[in-house]
């Protein structure tokens, strides 16, 4: 311990060995400032010297601290390439850190291959930088069609054509598990390139023909329902309008140029019987003379319907008809290599994730030993449950059945004895499989650490954008785990998805091989071309003797092939006018058709003599303009009725005057 607050270290000198300070040498608290002097901060190293020896002394005020780095070189996981695809990581500034997929100069054996390896590796040097600088984009503004759910920044650039092949080059960047939060690899701003040699086929250009024809035929369709309501409504309209405000202004002289049609039909004929009653024409005798009130035959919504009509003749056959693709379109054969890599990707990350789950019951067996107490040995389960969520339940299981220690749920397999052979074990508890894996512990003669898997843990591995349905199926077929929807034990969907996976698990060579193949037809409850690939979990490790098999397997509509693509336009352009139709022609209904309707009411019951309802408008447009001019003549009609009320009733009083005389 160091004297006054002060620590002590060794000495060395330049003329000796180290040896101890001796405390006459070490200055004094109070002689810390003399001389104005600043005093060495606490833990640095202090520089004395001896006037008579001529030594120069150092003295350490603490161990220095010492940083352990720990370095490793990159590897790509468990991916599968297939022979045309090649891949790279590269760092913020587009250098590549590591790539896969291309030809080592021991494999090159002819000068064609070596030019394709070569300028395959300048394009993959060249669109690094540019997918780097890509990826220091915002997630939220460079969002791409076709971007599965991905939450980092990803695209695809296009690359020259060459010989018939053109380079496609897909990026994304490294994200989190979770959106929004960052991790100590995601901080090194690292982006994952793939580059692929792609088939061209000059024949698949997309006639614009077909668009410029369909914009014509809208252009007509639409212009001929705007002139018909035009015609038939808002002129109509005006009319009506020019007439009520001359009757308002007290023009009774001409009669009412009365529309044809419709509800303005209906509105002029009582306009023209308000004329009259101004003039002094009572309401009921036109009502004995004239019952049907010219109600017209033809109403704005049969104007509206008809519009609609003629729309929906242009959106229907887009949407129903035509360009469809049919059942002979070409799919290329990139595509269906590119389903059974990754699905053969899929399957060594459910098979490494297994023998992961192993290797961490095979380290928590190390540690239990004969001295270890039950409550030691629950305290060492349940750090390993928080540390892996993989886990529904770990205990520790004697050789005899009992278990001597357990954390999680309650075991699915409670008093069996472990296997012998066999780490991993799937078994059927009701209708849901539970997977159950088994590590011997050393130290515990017999015993074993036991761990039950959560089935959503193995569901969120296949969770992956673009590869459809997935489902992970034992050697009996029975389904185990999928990221859809599914029924636990179920066979696959249909007899060429089963036939699928029998033939992918027969033994060609060393063992069974992935497969692929592309389904046609509506056959086997399939009726559109489906993509589907097969891969037995082959590989060493703890899930080998599962025999488990992934099966993939999804639309080829959509998939970017331009044939779905023009069809999907073709759907999405009939959706589009059907929309824009509908608004438009309900917010006519709505706005215009509705309150000329009731306006029609409104006019008709006034001319029938209800001079009480107080008309007020309620748009400020032509039909509000026609409702104010019949406020106007409901307030001249009913100060004529007060006149013709006192002037009856002063021709009676003069009679009855005269009588009495």
């Not at 190390?366 to 770990?394: C, D, F, K, V």
């Not at 352009?573 to 009411?601: E, F, N, S, Y």
């Amino acid at each position: 311990m160091a004297r006054h607050g002060r620590p002590r270290g060794q000495v060395g000198s330049a003329g000796g060995p180290a040896r101890r300070e001796r405390a006459a040498d070490r200055p004094r608290p109070h002689q810390a400032h003399r001389g104005g002097r600043p005093r060495p901060a606490h833990g640095a190293a202090r520089e004395r010297r001896d006037p008579s020896a001529h030594l120069r002394r150092t003295v350490l005020a603490r161990p220095a601290q010492k940083l352990l780095v720990a370095s490793s070189s990159l590897r790509f996981p468990g991916v599968s390439l297939g022979k045309f695809r090649a891949i790279a990581v590269a760092d913020s500034t587009g250098q590549i850190l590591s790539s896969d997929g291309l030809a080592n100069d021991e494999q090159i054996q002819s000068d064609d291959v070596k030019e394709e390896t070569e300028r395959a590796r300048k394009q993959l040097k060249k669109y690094a930088k540019t997918a780097a600088r890509k990826t220091k984009a915002n997630p939220l503004t460079t969002k791409e069609p076709g971007g599965g759910g991905f939450r980092g920044v990803s695209g695809s650039l296009l690359g020259p054509s060459a010989g018939g092949e053109r380079t496609v080059v897909g990026y994304a960047s490294l994200i989190g598990p979770e959106a929004g939060k960052g991790t100590a690899a995601t901080a090194l701003g690292l982006t994952v390139i793939s580059l692929v040699g792609v088939t061209e086929d000059p024949t698949a250009v997309v006639d614009p023909f077909f668009g410029i024809a369909a914009a014509a035929v809208l252009l007509v369709i639409g212009l001929l329902a705007v002139s018909l309501l035009i015609g038939t409504v808002q002129r109509p309209l005006l009319r009506l309008f020019l007439e009520s405000r001359r009757l308002s202004r007290g023009d009774l002289n001409r009669p009412v140029n009365r529309p044809k049609y419709g509800e303005a039909a209906r509105i002029g004929t009582a306009l023209e019987r308000l004329r009259r009653q101004l003039l002094g024409e009572s309401a009921e005798a036109q009502k004995a003379h004239d019952p049907g009130r010219g109600r017209g035959r033809i109403g704005a919504r049969a104007l509206l319907a008809t519009c609609g009509a003629l729309l929906l003749l242009w959106s229907a056959p887009l949407v129903l008809l035509l360009n469809r693709a049919g059942e002979s379109v070409p799919v290329p054969q990139t595509l269906v290599h590119d389903q059974r890599e990754r699905t053969d990707t899929m399957a060594d990350r459910v098979r490494r994730a297994l023998n992961e789950g192993h290797a961490d019951l095979t380290s928590v067996g190390s540690l239990i030993g004969p001295a270890t107490t039950p409550a030691e040995m629950t305290g060492i389960l349940e750090r390993t449950l928080r540390q892996h969520q993989r886990y529904e339940s770990l205990y520790v299981l004697q050789e005899n059945g009992t278990i001597t220690a357990k954390v999680g749920a309650e075991p699915r397999r409670p008093n069996a004895k472990p296997p012998v052979d066999e780490p991993v074990v799937l078994l059927e508890s009701g209708n849901a499989p539970v997977i159950i894996e088994f590590a011997a512990a050393p130290g515990l003669k017999g015993a074993s650490v036991v761990g039950e898997l959560r089935i959503d843990f193995l569901n969120s591995l296949l969770k992956r954008p673009g590869l459809g349905e997935i489902r992970v199926i034992d050697e009996k077929q029975r389904v185990i785990a999928g990221n859809n929807g599914y029924l636990a034990f179920q066979q696959l969907p249909n007899e060429s998805m089963r036939a699928l996976a029998a033939g992918a698990n027969q033994k060609v060579g060393k063992g069974p091989r992935p497969s692929s193949v592309l389904l046609r037809g509506k056959r086997d409850d399939i009726t559109d071309i489906t993509i589907a690939a097969a891969v037995p979990m082959a590989g060493g490790g703890a899930a080998k003797p599962l025999a488990w098999t992934v099966v993939s397997w999804q639309p080829a509509k959509g998939l970017a092939i331009p044939e779905y693509n023009l069809q999907n336009r073709t759907v999405l352009a009939g959706l589009l006018g059907l929309t824009a139709a509908l608004v438009c022609l309900g917010w006519l209904h709505i706005v215009v058709i509705r309150a000329l309707r009731d306006l029609a009411k409104r006019a008709e019951a006034l001319a029938d003599g209800d001079r009480r309802t107080v008309l007020y408008p309620r748009h400020h447009d032509e039909v509000g303009a026609v409702t104010r001019s019949l406020e106007v003549v409901r307030q001249q009609l009913q100060e004529l009725r007060k006149r013709e009320a006192s002037a009856t009733a002063g021709r009676t009083g003069q009679a009855a005057k005269a009588g009495r005389n």
